[in-house]
């Protein structure tokens, strides 16, 4: 029998974590506890047990939040807090004070790479923690290094992408059509971003790359959050807001992958790079920064320190030189070891790992 599992997030919004969250619980039907309700509220769309602390902006540290999170527990008879996040790692520890015999599972999306706060918060509370789940290699070793993290406490899963979806086979649509949809020429090379538009993602970095392009190009980006209005800024200062395509929060990505001669990814900082997996099973190459997390899922050759803006450019020179000729990116990586059966398998195995003593 399957135990009864409660995933713990900030957000039900349109971070990597609340991506993974969502297929998860579209599959597996497992339980979510929202700290709070989001404009853009995603879970809904595939299940109907998600339940929210607040719908107020005000979550960190609100008392309803936690009441409403321990009603939950007894209601649902729970037994695993999965938790991800750190601000509901928060609330976890505090109802195990309450339900001594809960299990908790923290998942590291990749905050451990610079909250600090988050370092300190699990050096201290890492005993009331049952296992950590980490997202890869990179992830692993920081919650080692930076939070005195024991190795025996902690699982690696590698985040997973439904491939299914992103299969360029299943996907029915015409390219030429689509591109002409958003004023993009026959013989334009297009270079696609997808992720939040958050600093960390560097997005700015391959806007600022774009005017040392000499060829026919258009970017499309596919993602919101709060670099958007700089980020129009800089392309507008930068004259070349009229080759950029802003499309906002995108639901179905896989329906614009296809659209992309070349994704790239400048992230300053990821613990996996979920856009990195999706591109690739469907067999767009990929540029990306020389950051932990990226090395262990990129071909070295496509790969920039982080914030060079003219390596940015060169890799894309490159990338456009070759497209005929790109060695296709399922033969550079096993893209089947990140699929979601195999995800599933491993975590409901952990998940009675956990209770077999109980």
């Known amino acids: 029998m399957k135990p009864n599992i409660l995933h713990i997030i900030n957000s039900s919004g349109l971070g990597g974590a609340e991506t993974i969250i969502r297929d998860l619980i579209r599959v597996n039907k497992d339980q979510v506890f929202c700290l709070k309700k989001d404009k853009v509220e995603r879970f809904s769309e595939v299940s109907n047990k998600i339940y929210f602390g607040t719908k107020s902006k005000f979550y960190k540290f609100n008392p309803l939040v936690l009441l409403r999170l321990v009603k939950i527990i007894k209601q649902k008879n729970i037994q695993i807090l999965h938790v991800h996040l750190a601000n509901s790692l928060f609330y976890a520890i505090l109802a195990k004070f309450i339900y001594t015999k809960l299990k908790i599972i923290y998942h590291e999306h990749g905050e451990i790479f610079y909250n600090k706060y988050l370092n300190i918060f699990l050096r ?28 025996k406490k902690i699982v690696i899963l590698y985040n997973f992408v439904d491939l299914d979806r992103f299969n360029r086979k299943n996907i029915k649509i015409n390219v030429e059509k689509e591109k002409a949809k958003l004023g993009i020429k026959k013989d334009e090379f297009v270079i696609g971003f997808v992720g939040r538009l958050a600093k960390v993602k560097g997005c700015e970095y391959l806007i600022k790359a774009l005017p040392y392009l000499d060829f026919k190009y258009k970017v499309i980006i596919a993602g919101d959050g709060s670099e958007r209005e700089y980020l129009e ?82 890799l894309i020179k490159e990338e ?39």
């Open 124 to 151: 201290i509370t890492q005993k009331k923690v049952d296992i950590f789940i980490a997202v890869s290699e990179a992830t692993k070793k920081a919650l080692m290094e930076k939070a005195n993290i024991p190795q």
């Open 233 to 314: 800024s800089l392309a507008e200062n930068l004259n070349v807001k009229d080759r950029v395509i802003f499309l906002g929060y995108v639901s179905k990505p896989e329906l614009i992958y296809p659209l992309f001669n070349v994704l790239v990814v400048p992230s300053l900082s990821e613990s996996f790079g979920l856009s990195v997996i999706e591109a690739q099973a469907m067999g767009i190459p990929v540029i990306a920064s020389d950051i932990n997390g990226l090395r262990e899922i990129i071909s070295s050759k496509n790969l920039f320190i982080k914030g060079k803006i003219r390596n940015i450019s060169k």
């Open 320 to 358: 456009k030189r070759r497209t005929s000729k790109y060695i296709k990116s399922k033969e550079i990586i096993s893209i089947s070891k990140y699929s979601l059966d195999n995800y599933l398998v491993k975590l409901n195995n952990l998940y009675k790992e956990l209770l077999k003593d109980d």
